[in-house]
């Protein structure tokens, strides 16, 4: 773990702080050598490929300064995990590059690593190294995450063809309710559904085990971060195909039909709003009893929601085979 | 390269930037897939071992605004590379995490992605992915840097040994002169000597040819970023010796001697100044013919400037054999 300087002196020994918070994250790689030296070592076993993705999380933006550190340490390290589900690999580490304002105190930092740390175990990776620097700017955290894939299995987005049907795993839309929840506070809605979704929108729960079990079967995947249709239609552009998602299929969660009810406006707000990290794919139809068996061995609900045809563009389909029209696909982008 | 979402649109077409400016700094990878991907695949060779490293520079803490952009690229790329040299890696690609202000605008981004291109050129590395996002804060760069190494030979900080030698390659202290003279502007300095430290400050020049060599060769070895001193004594701590510098033979350039004359002062000021991204090692003795011949042939000086010795921390003795007092050893981090 390297460091980098700043002519402004704010907080007492960085190097203690990584030595105390962030080596014994670090300390089951041997390769990461406690954070003590300028880069990481791993070893990449034969007949497997690397996978590597990198995403960054900024205060004001991505989370806010009140947040509890631990859940913006979770999100940041689970985002990154689930571009790996999406590419059906085995995480193995990350790298996180902390960049720390001076509000962020020393509790600060402990609850933060506490988060990492706990979701180490849960997800089975480990800290190879990184970078802290003090900045006059938001916190921010950039995470890369290194996975692995038997070479060559790795599930791109650009592998749709016409006649594969689509899928997503879990349900759709409630992390976009849950922002809105926090938005507007809704006071109406139940306490458990607001919990519930509020819960979906801050800690994203990356499809590892159902990810790994798509390999060989999904034909393209990705996970859905700015919002199904979107998302999808990264696929549909990579792929040179149409999409057509039939909103009656996209599946809601209860809590989602609580708030907004079952009806094509729910629907078409669950199927832009993003923030779901669920993955979606598509594969041949013969996968659909294969599909079927991972979705009851993980525990995790597969869905098919609509199929791929030739063309372009992806389109949200409604009750009478109408195409929906659509304020937004999802999140606009700066 | 995915991209992370913000609630403020405020530049057109963040897809159409990365698919202009930085798609194809990433085309020769085959596992990149244009950037229209969650995630980078890479194979590494059987035998070799990954090396990977992260460095994050912030605007006002590591760069100007007002510095040219192609500069700020490469400085990000290079200090990141010197982490990999150091590590007697060879280069293999990178991940970059941007975050880009409103100020940014996209002239900005296109001398940016025009500086990464001439140092992927002079570096062989290739983009591999990364993540762009808007920031109300400074301009954020975090770059992730891949290198390999043979299984088993690389370099780390904690083999020296009591009776190896310690070298530092090309000379020392330049980088910190130059931070000086743009502060202090120092008007009385020739333009060609304000001009070559000032550069050395702006641009480091990563020791990838040496580095590679030195596998096999030194005992420990890292790059010179918070200054000569500080940085040995991550060699002392990590490898639990005592190291002792001669100041007499720590190589001065001439633009620095011009500056600050040749003297014990200027001396301990280069070995505390920061910023060389030179490689600092220790090596046996018996290594020393060796180096000589890979001084020759990589055309970068290779200069003995101490010893390691049983006992703990680093010192820099005098002319007389004394120890030199030190006001600090390098920078001071938050």
Do not use: C
Request: hydrophobic fraction near 45%; aromatic fraction near 6%; proline fraction near 6%.
């Amino acid at each position: 773990m390297t460091n980098s300087s700043s002519d402004a002196p704010r907080r007492p020994g960085e190097f203690e702080l990584i030595a105390k918070y962030f080596a014994p994250l670090a300390a089951p790689s041997p390769g990461a050598f406690g954070l003590a030296d300028d880069a990481a070592f791993l070893r990449v076993a034969q007949g497997d490929e690397l996978v590597v993705t990198v995403d960054t999380l900024i205060e004001g933006v991505h989370f806010l300064r009140d947040d509890p550190p631990e859940m913006i340490a979770a999100k940041a390290l689970r985002v990154n995990l689930s571009d790996l589900a999406a590419k059906t690999a085995a995480p193995v580490g990350y790298l996180l590059a902390l960049s720390l304002p001076q509000w962020a105190d020393e509790p600060w930092v402990a609850r933060f690593s506490r988060g990492l740390a706990e979701d180490q175990k849960r997800y089975s990776v480990i800290l190879l190294g990184g970078d802290t620097t003090a900045t006059p700017g938001p916190l921010a955290i950039s995470i890369t995450a290194l996975g692995t894939v038997p070479a060559g299995a790795g599930v791109h987005r650009s592998g749709a063809t016409p006649g594969d049907l689509v899928f997503v795993s879990g349900t759709i839309g409630d992390a976009g309710a849950g922002l809105t929840i926090l938005r507007e506070s809704q006071p109406e809605l139940p306490k458990g559904a607001r919990t519930a979704l509020v819960a979906r929108y801050r800690l994203p729960e990356p499809r590892l085990g159902l990810g790994r079990r798509l390999a060989g079967i999904a034909s393209a995947a990705l996970d859905v971060s700015d919002g199904l249709i979107a998302d999808l239609n990264h696929i549909a552009e990579a792929s040179g195909v149409r999409i057509a998602v039939d909103a009656l299929l996209i599946p809601l969660s209860s809590h989602l039909v609580e708030l907004r009810g079952d009806n094509i406006g729910a629907r078409t707000a669950a199927a832009t709003a993003g923030d779901d990290y669920e993955i979606a794919f598509t594969a041949p139809a013969k996968k659909r009893d294969s599909l079927t068996r991972i979705a009851a061995e993980t525990g995790v609900a597969i869905t098919e929601i609509g199929r791929v045809e030739r063309g372009g563009g992806t389109v949200l389909v409604g009750m009478d085979g109408q195409e929906l029209s659509l304020a937004h696909r999802g999140y606009v982008h700066f």
